[in-house]
């Protein structure tokens, strides 16, 4: 029985995914905010750690309190969101994006390396939109204090979470890591978004495949994970992609920040 473990658990395209692994009986660890949410999954193999993602020390001590219990993790699958459109610095001080899109996603990762690298396929599929330019990162100002929109800030988490994929894939050769973009899926829109946002984003939802139908070719991946340790996709389609020695020089600068950054709390 295959054990999964999946942030933003509760809702879209997470919660889709744990309904379809615990109806195939398998056991699966949800991560999220909303515990009233987790009971509507109503399921005795289902385990629910309720946490904030945004905060560093809410990772680690998630990671910490999962590491603990299955000794095996077959698949980690990472979505939690939570939209942010306006500069916005957790109470730890570091930027929203980075905090809960990529730093969080990292801090997970790693800390339950060992259990994925006991199982003998372990797959790792990251919703963090594949493709961002190779200089999104802003090094001496990741907390984007001068001149934030919300773009840089979003293509700096999706370069964050390609260099965390480079360091896990070389810390555990075995590890398929797929970088996912399941483009627009229906959910519960939650963030800080205007009312004017919200109403766009209601008629782009008639549209929008539900997160049942999304799931598919997530499925596909899960069932036959691609041969590549590291590999993106926009839904079924596979992008190409290029890695340089210059990208692994900078995935140790990510992980010389996020040490930094996981030091000063």
């Known amino acids: 029985m295959a054990t999964t473990v999946i942030s933003g658990g509760t809702d879209g395209l997470g919660r889709a995914l744990a309904q379809h692994l615990l109806r195939a009986g398998e056991t699966v660890v949800v991560i999220g905010r909303d515990v009233e949410k987790f009971k509507t999954l109503a399921a005795t193999r289902a385990h629910f750690v309720q946490a904030d993602l945004r905060l560093q020390r809410e990772a680690e001590r998630v990671a910490a309190h999962i590491a603990s219990e299955p000794p095996r993790i077959d698949t980690l699958f990472l979505a939690a969101a939570h939209v942010a ?143 590549s340790r590291l590999s993106a996709y926009t839904r079924k389609k596979r992008l190409p992609l290029e890695v340089t020695p210059d990208d692994h020089a900078e995935a140790l600068r990510w992980e010389a920040l996020t040490t930094y950054l996981r030091t000063r709390i």
């Open 85 to 227: 459109r306006s500069r916005t610095l957790t109470t730890e001080g570091v930027e929203h994006n980075l905090a809960l899109y990529a730093l969080s996603r990292h801090i997970l990762a790693t800390a339950l390396l060992p259990q994925l690298s006991a199982s003998p396929r372990p797959v790792i599929i990251n919703t963090s939109v594949p493709g961002a330019p190779k200089t999104a990162m802003r090094w001496q100002d990741p907390s984007l204090a001068n001149n934030y929109n919300w773009r840089a800030a979003n293509q700096q988490s999706r370069r964050a979470n390609e260099l965390s994929a480079l360091l896990l894939t070389k810390a555990e050769p075995r590890l398929k890591y797929v970088l996912y973009n399941p483009l627009f899926v229906r959910s519960s829109l939650s963030g800080d978004l205007s009312p004017v946002h919200r109403r766009i984003i209601r008629v782009l939802f008639r549209l929008a495949p539900s997160p049942e139908q999304a799931l598919t070719p997530i499925l596909d991946l899960l069932t036959t994970p691609p041969r």
